[in-house]
């Protein structure tokens, strides 16, 4: 059964903390992806890795950053936590295809919270 | 224009009812067409995929119009366990693995 693992479900930080929010997928799968969840505003991509050590920005990349040593972790990082990244964090990974797109597969998210 | 626009809902809709939700997409380049079901407070899932010819699983049906730009997911014989917030998602043609996904639909289906 395929299976996304987050580290945590519920984080709560204060502003200017470094976070670390870890994500292990265990279909060895080549794509990985992070994104944040906010109502009325859908998931949005923050970065997204297609491999080990290669990475590449999304559409919100400001204010994080994202680190791929191993092919079945993704960690992002929020190198000093600001009270507008509190939301709903989600990790994906899905397949290389050499055509066409894939199901995304979605950890249970981390609900973070920066006071 | 958002890339991928749905009605946010909710739709409010007794057991047994049929029910159908469209989006819109802007890229007439797009080839991948998905629907997600999200549950309260947790994470998206493949409900199905969206193919040209249309598709059907169970009591879901997909369309997909290329010419207007649009695809849609009807239900038939609304179940209390299909509420839930149903996400339209589009493939990205600027890169192979990313996808773009709505906001979503909220279905909320009672007794």
């Known amino acids: 059964d395929v299976k996304v693992t987050q580290s945590s479900r519920y984080l709560v930080k204060r502003t200017g903390e470094k976070v670390f929010l870890e994500c292990v997928q265990d279909?060895?799968?080549?794509?990985m992806f992070w994104y944040r969840q906010d109502p009325g505003l859908g998931l949005r991509l923050i970065y997204f890795?297609?491999?080990?050590?290669?990475?590449e920005k999304g559409d919100i990349p400001e204010g994080y950053s994202v680190s791929r040593e191993k092919k079945e972790r993704f960690s992002l990082i929020l190198e000093s936590a600001s009270t507008n990244q509190t939301s709903m964090y989600l990790c994906?990974?899905?397949?290389?295809?050499?055509?066409?797109?894939?199901?995304?597969?979605f950890g249970p998210g981390t609900r973070l919270t920066v006071l | 224009r958002k890339e991928v626009e749905q009605d946010p809902g909710p739709f409010n809709v007794p057991e047994g009812a049929t029910v159908a939700f469209n989006c819109t997409y802007s890229?007439?380049?797009?080839?991948?067409f998905f629907w997600y079901r999200q549950d309260c407070r947790k994470e998206p899932k493949l409900l199905m995929s969206?193919?040209?010819s249309g598709n059907e699983d169970g009591r879901f049906t997909a369309q997909l119009n290329r010419a207007s730009q649009y695809i849609s997911l009807l239900i038939r014989d609304s179940k209390l366990s299909d509420s839930a917030t149903y996400l339209c998602?589009?493939?990205?043609?600027?890169?192979?693995?990313?996808?773009?996904f709505g906001s979503g639909t909220r279905l909320l289906v009672r007794p």
């Open positions: 994906a990974s899905s397949p290389y295809r050499d055509r066409g797109v894939d199901e995304q597969f």
């Open positions: 279909m060895d799968h080549e794509n």
């Open positions: 890795s297609y491999d080990v050590k290669m990475k």
């Open positions: 890229n007439s380049a797009s080839q991948s």
């Open positions: 969206v193919y040209s």
């Open positions: 998602v589009v493939d990205r043609m600027d890169s192979s693995y990313k996808l773009i």
